[in-house]
């Protein structure tokens, strides 16, 4: 999240989409209602089925799943053609006004220019700024050179770079301007198009459009609304570009930055932001750094790759944050490594895993299914049951050496060698060895939940573990200890970076997570001082925040984001103070949010050029020219002394100081503005461009089992996947008072599909994708219709996710012992690697 | 400790009225349920369960999210779920939290035969005395809301108690205190009454629904539950919330007129019974009726 919970109630307009918070974040969604309790906030829902969260909804649209980008592109068309826009904001906050290269190319064909189709992939270098100054004059009132952008028509050499001086036009006028661009990007996105795409009438289309911009009607910028989404957008082929859209609608609308706004993820875990946070995903470290890859020589060629330049226009100015990853590298180092990290030996940089390939979830599988990956750990998650294509994952178990599980309940995925369809012949002849390792629960860990707001909050185990379960950093200990000692005793081909790991635990078999908590916060390694603060923190000595570390080994980091959260005063992370002077929800005092504990991310971005807040009762920050600096009830997210008359920008993690409507080379794989684009298995083709229907980046996999199904081929329903509100996962199918709740797995079918079927409630149905069969009991409702896309009736179905071969209902042989995900497709999106969960074709029949 | 230091004063993070607040003893307290703002989570049935350490029942698949068709001996409050068709072509998903309505006119109270097996508190609350109930179920045809129900192997009939040992604490009932919205508010009948009109007059000002309003049925001499619909005038649209409650007929006749009769023509039978047998002396049993009854 931007913003966070409690600062929904803040909001005067919501757009839920992609999420369905109401089941699935029912806590969290009172301030939802909150909004509309106390600030008469209108609310529009826009999913494929008539949810719980539409029905407390001032709008509901149903949407064909996995269309949302023509939505969102749609409703950015709709904005600037009303002149519902922020255009003040716009101009100073964001990149429209700055100039893109010449030979950059919109996708009207579906492809932007530098595709390469033979590596599925784009050649980048003309998504980039043009180099120069100002063009055309005029502006918001602020300094500028005068000059002409100067196209860059010659093929600058790899790998580009953005340039120095970027070549803006505040009038936003210019052809090439990205204001003029998106323009042009999302000019196709008509009402009649959004229409055949999403299959939303327009008239609805309409009312949501003109209901979510009337917050800009006139231009004034008092009133702010929200997104808020979850998976139902991020598991697409198309995840990441949708997220992009929402931003950028935004930051069109100028929403960013203030309370009751923003883009806000709902995580669909109690710590799965913190897991983000502490790298879970392979291509990142700790406090997001990017991982080494091989073509990184030496530390130097590595923080050379990944630290941005600032790039702007020559009058504005830029923090440029990141300009600071060397700092939170070497730190991250020295805490990994300890006295091993020393500036001779590139601070223990060849110690790192150097990623040549993707290793993301699917591909993980792929590789055991392909015989190389041969075991695995599997804690805190039913891999079988995630998928997608739980029938491949139960394949490539049968052929791994080896399964750890920890779970504190027999999952499907310690029990892959007995899923259905197998034999007992069959099961002699699977020779994987499974340790299943009792666990502990989350009432009997220690530890801290990270949550969509990024609040890290402590929490103390309730009871002890019961029986021979143990805790997850007690297994992972003893696990580590023995392979050190292998190393230790063997030697084997590189032992430094296991025998040299910091391992400096009060119980090195059970470590505290109080000592790693306080590891990652990071502490001072020698006597560090800040002249300007006239301030010295010993050596020993917890840091104060990330403002503190040094990149000449004085400082040990975990993770600089999480800087903060255990100081020297203790524990920050653990407060509990219920003050909030403000009344906008911040809460300064309870429990820590990263960065430095504020609460609204960009909040520098809630104020005019001026540094005065667009809306004075919704005051967070603001510029107070007496004492020459930004003060106010959340921390700024600035820098602190930045007078507005330099005109910094407030998005001070990008290279530009502002948000991007336009992304430049590389950040996104798969195109500067977000493309509509069908997911992989879809009822039509993309009429946007026929010829070009899929995400051109997306790779499929090549094995026998990952198979796609086509309408040509009888797979003429649109299914998608969801989780219920009574369930927890795949965990309360095994707790009696959920399962009296909804006792069985179900397929939620329209009333009228049902009737031409011949169709009733509770008769078994069978769902057939092109991988495998699910079976359950029809639900027959009225909350999802029938849709016209291109003019043809579809139908989309819903299966939760929750059943699967073991749990209460399973045993008592209620349910046929089908996952759900046995369903979905092994297609990922191209930037952040997230499966294709949401949108697939199905048969379906009566079983 | 003393009870007083366990009220809650202030509240953080709250909508409405402190939970609770002047419902100690005697004044009358009451439940608003907003089902304007009900999201259906379930979390105060499972709370309403767990504090009251009802059984947990065995479902089945019912074409519904409906938990089960209507509230149990051990399962007093029950979300009912109903999908309504709009004029528009669009919808509306209703969901409405069922239980005991505690009347003020209790048709249950008025029904049962049995010494104190049903208590009516000062504050309101309506309570069965399992300890002192017959199971003769005359309570279930006496409560317009289908609420009281039997449980065959105690023999005794249950609902809802208004949680009535948390509130003579001061606590709020525990499906107050489970719901995560602030879709279910508690307090003294007449702030609950004052947030309920404002939540109505809210909803026809700004949110469209031109016949929002509050149900308290006069019928039953007004409810310690109330609700906020969107559409007053057709409470039977939410799961069969009835228009105009009230006691059935047989119910009030038997307990007043009806009650007197019935006592004479018990009188006038014990009578004929005594005469009967000093005319005639004891009924003899007859062979042929004994072969008749083994033949079945």
Known sequence: MTNGWIDIKNTDMMLIEGGNPAENHPCGFKWAIEAKRNRNAKMIVVDPRFTRTAAVADLHLQIRTGTDIAFLGGLIHYAIENNRIAKEYLVNFTNAAFLVQDGFKLPEDGLYSGFDAADQSYDKSTWNYAEGGAVNGGGAGL???????????????????????????????????????????????????????????????????????????????????????????????????????????????????????????????????????????????????????????????????????????????????????????????????????????????????????????????????????????????????????????????????????????????????????????????????????????????????????????????????????????????????????????????????????????????????????????????????????????????????????????????????????????????????????????????????????????????????????????????????????????????????????????????????????????????????????????????????PNQSNNPLVKRLTTAMDKYGTVADGFNIVCTTYRLTEHYHYWTKNNPANVELVPEPFVEIPAELADEMGLRGGERVKVTSARSEYVARAMVTRRMKSMLINGKKTYQIGIPIHWGYRGIAEDEGRTAHTPTNLLSPTVVDPNAFTPEFKGFLVKLERA | MSQATLRIVKISGHPGPIPGRGTQREEQVCKLVDTTTCIGCKACEIACQEWNDLPFATTSFNNTYQTMPHTEWNFWNLIKFNEQPKADGGMMWLMRKDQCMHCAEPGCLAACPADSAIVQYANGIVDFQQDHCIGCGYCVTGCPFDIPKFNPATKKVYKCTLCSDRVTQGLEPACIKACPTGCLHFGTKDDMKDLAEKRATQLRDHYGFEKAGVYDPPGVGGTGVIYVLHDATNPEAYGGLPASPSIPWSVRLWKSPLKILGNLAMLGGLIGVTLHYLRFGPKVVKETQHRGETKT
Request: hydrophobic share 35%.
């Open chain 1, 143 to 689: 300094s500028r050179v005068d000059g002409h952008a100067q196209g860059a028509h010659a093929t600058p050499p790899p790998p580009p770079t953005l340039p120095e001086n970027v070549a803006y036009d505040l009038t936003l006028q210019h052809p090439r301007c990205v204001f003029q661009l998106l323009r042009r990007q999302y000019s196709r996105y008509t009402p009649e198009m959004v229409e055949k795409i999403t299959g939303i009438p327009q008239d609805q289309f309409h009312k949501a459009a003109d209901l979510f911009t009337s917050i800009r009607k006139g231009g004034d910028m008092k009133k702010v609304a929200t997104i808020i989404y979850a998976v139902g957008w991020t598991q697409h082929t198309s995840g990441t570009q949708t997220i992009r859209a929402a931003a950028m609608l935004q930051l069109l609308l100028g929403n960013v930055g203030r309370a009751g706004g923003g883009v806000n993820a709902l995580r669909g875990h109690s710590n799965i932001q913190g897991a983000t946070d502490m790298a879970g995903v392979f291509d990142l470290l700790p406090g997001y750094l990017k991982v080494p890859n091989p073509s990184d020589a030496n530390f130097d060629a590595y923080l050379k790759r990944i630290t941005p330049k600032p790039s702007k226009p020559g009058p504005w100015t830029s923090m440029n944050y990141w300009s600071n990853t060397p700092q939170f590298a070497v730190s991250f180092l020295k805490a990994m490594y300890g006295d091993a990290a020393r500036k001779e030996n590139d601070w223990a940089f060849d110690y790192l895993p150097k990623v040549d390939r993707n290793y993301s979830w699917v591909q993980i599988w792929d590789n055991m299914y392909r015989g190389s990956v041969k075991g695995m750990f599997a804690f805190g998650m039913n891999g079988v049951m995630i998928g997608p294509d739980s029938k491949k994952n139960i394949e490539a178990l049968k052929k791994a050496d080896w399964l750890v599980v920890g779970e504190i309940y027999p999952d499907e995925t310690s029990e892959f060698w007995k899923s259905p369809g197998i034999t007992p012949e069959d099961m002699k002849g699977i020779e994987t060895t499974v340790y299943r390792l009792p666990c502990a629960g989350f009432a009997e860990k220690d530890g801290s939940f990270t949550n969509s707001a990024r609040w890290l909050q402590w929490k103390n185990a309730a009871l002890p573990p019961p029986g021979d379960c143990r805790l997850d950093q007690a297994i992972l200990a003893e696990i580590f200890l023995k392979v050190r000692e292998l190393y230790q005793k063997q030697g084997g081909k590189f032992p430094d970076p296991i025998l040299n790991l910091t391992w400096s635990y009060t119980d090195p078999r059970n470590p505290s997570i109080a000592e790693v908590a306080k590891e990652i916060n990071g502490k001072a390694l020698a006597e560090v001082s800040d002249p300007k603060l006239n301030q010295t923190i010993k050596a020993g000595q917890q840091l104060p925040s990330f403002a503190w570390l040094r990149d000449d080994g004085t400082t040990a980091c975990g993770n600089w984001i999480y800087s903060g959260s255990w100081t020297e005063a203790g524990p920050q992370l653990a407060r509990r103070g219920t003050e909030d002077p403000s009344g906008l929800g911040v809460y300064p005092n309870w429990a820590w949010s990263w960065p430095v504990n504020r609460r609204v991310l960009y909040n520098r971005a809630s104020c005019n050029v001026e540094g005065k807040p667009w809306d004075s009762d919704r005051r967070q920050v603001w510029w107070n020219e007496a004492a020459q600096k930004w003060v106010g009830h959340d921390v700024p997210d600035f820098k602190p002394d930045s007078n507005p008359k330099d005109h910094m920008g407030p998005f001070i993690m990008n290279p530009e100081g502002v948000g991007r409507l336009f992304v430049p080379i590389g950040a996104v794989a798969d195109g500067p503005f977000p493309e509509h684009y069908e997911p992989i298995e879809s009822p039509t083709p993309n009429l946007l461009h």
